[in-house]
Each structure stands twice: as structure tokens, then as C-alpha cells.
């Protein structure tokens, strides 16, 4: 089966955020940050109700909860806008998935990634995400379902990943 594509920052952004839903930090940041924000809130409300509210140390509070909330918006986001500038100046992706595993190639690359390297894959609404079985899911792939001929062809590539991937 062959994809042919051009890469769009929306496809980069996509491919991070799902990989990072994947990997044991990314899923800590789904508890950790709403925590930081409450506890956060909880020592502002204190400061406030205090018979002497401390005006420097809400301030305080109050930067670090908008740190808390942005900065995780804002990793992927960073990622993305280093990353696709690279995929960008190759112009038209072809992938190629076989038996063997899949094989990219663009004007000045090609990249061959055999199916034991690349042992997992996620599904978003307009990707499939291939990643690697290492825990911190260093290494990813995508393959934009745009790419595919027709609404036959995603679910014959779903079928075809499921054969030889772990779903996640």
C-alpha cells in the first residue's frame, strides 16, 4: 500500500500529541498539571484569608498557576513548530507499508522502518501514529489517512497495522 502526502504542521502537532498520550510522562502530565493548578488555587485562596495577605506571594501563586496551565498546551505545540519547518523543505512524502515494515521517502531521504522498531500504533481522527516500543516512545512515524484512496482503503491499513502492531 502506498500513501503519497504532503506533511502539514496540523499532521506534526497531531503525531505529538498522540505520542505523548502514549508514553508514562505524557499520561503523569494528565494528573499532574490539573494538581499543581489545584493546590496552586489552595494556597492562593490561604494567602487571600489571611489575616495579612501577602500581595508579592499571590502574585507569585497566581504566575505559577498560568505556568502550570500553559506550559503543557505549549510543549507540543513547540515541538511541532521545530519539527515541521524540516519535513516542510522535503516537499511530497511517499510511504510505502508492506511486510517488511514501512518505508518513507521524500526529495533527499528515505527511511526504512521495520515493523520490529515500530511495534505500536494510535489512531486519532486523521493519523496513524506509529511508535516505537522503547517507554518513552522516542521514535514515531505518521501516515495521514488523507493520503489513502478511499474510506476502503483506511480500514484495509487498519486491518493490515493491526496484523503485525500492538494498538494502543
Same mark, same amino acid.
Given at each position: =500500500?502506498? @500513501? !503519497?502526502?504532503?506533511?502539514?504542521?496540523?499532521?506534526?502537532?497531531?503525531?505529538?500529541?498522540?505520542?505523548?498520550?502514549?508514553?508514562?510522562?505524557?499520561?503523569?502530565?494528565?494528573?499532574? =498539571?490539573?494538581?499543581? *493548578?489545584?493546590? !496552586?488555587?489552595?494556597?492562593?485562596?490561604?494567602?487571600?484569608? +489571611?489575616?495579612?495577605?501577602?500581595?508579592?506571594?499571590?502574585?507569585?501563586?497566581?504566575?505559577?498557576?498560568?505556568?502550570?496551565?500553559? !506550559?503543557?498546551?505549549?510543549?507540543?505545540? *513547540?515541538?511541532?513548530? #521545530?519539527?515541521?519547518?524540516? *519535513? &516542510?523543505? #522535503?516537499?511530497? /512524502?511517499?510511504?510505502?507499508?508492506?511486510? &517488511?515494515?514501512?518505508? /518513507?521517502?521524500?526529495?533527499? +531521504?528515505?527511511?526504512?522502518?521495520?515493523?520490529? =522498531?515500530? +511495534?505500536?500504533?494510535?489512531?486519532?481522527?486523521?493519523?496513524? !501514529? *506509529?511508535?516505537?516500543?522503547?517507554?518513552?516512545?522516542?521514535?514515531?512515524?505518521?501516515?495521514?489517512?488523507?493520503? @489513502?484512496?478511499?474510506?476502503?482503503?483506511?480500514?484495509?491499513?487498519?486491518? /493490515?497495522?493491526?496484523?503485525?502492531?500492538?494498538?494502543?
Amino acid at each position: =500500500m502506498e @500513501l !503519497v502526502y504532503t506533511p502539514t504542521r496540523a499532521d506534526v502537532l497531531e503525531a505529538i500529541r498522540a505520542r505523548r498520550r502514549t508514553t508514562p510522562s505524557g499520561r503523569r502530565m494528565r494528573w499532574l =498539571m490539573p494538581l499543581t *493548578l489545584g493546590l !496552586v488555587t489552595l494556597a492562593i485562596v490561604l494567602k487571600l484569608i +489571611s489575616p495579612e495577605p501577602d500581595t508579592r506571594g499571590i502574585v507569585l501563586m497566581v504566575w505559577l498557576g498560568l505556568t502550570a496551565a500553559v !506550559v503543557p498546551a505549549l510543549v507540543p505545540w *513547540l515541538g511541532a513548530r #521545530q519539527m515541521f519547518p524540516m *519535513l &516542510e523543505r #522535503q516537499g511530497e /512524502f511517499r510511504a510505502r507499508v508492506d511486510d &517488511e515494515g514501512v518505508r /518513507f521517502t521524500s526529495r533527499d +531521504s528515505e527511511v526504512v522502518n521495520r515493523w520490529q =522498531m515500530l +511495534s505500536r500504533y494510535v489512531e486519532t481522527p486523521t493519523l496513524f !501514529v *506509529l511508535l516505537t516500543a522503547d517507554k518513552g516512545g522516542v521514535g514515531f512515524a505518521a501516515l495521514p489517512k488523507r493520503a @489513502l484512496a478511499g474510506p476502503g482503503d483506511v480500514d484495509r491499513l487498519r486491518t /493490515f497495522l493491526d496484523a503485525r502492531l500492538t494498538r494502543i
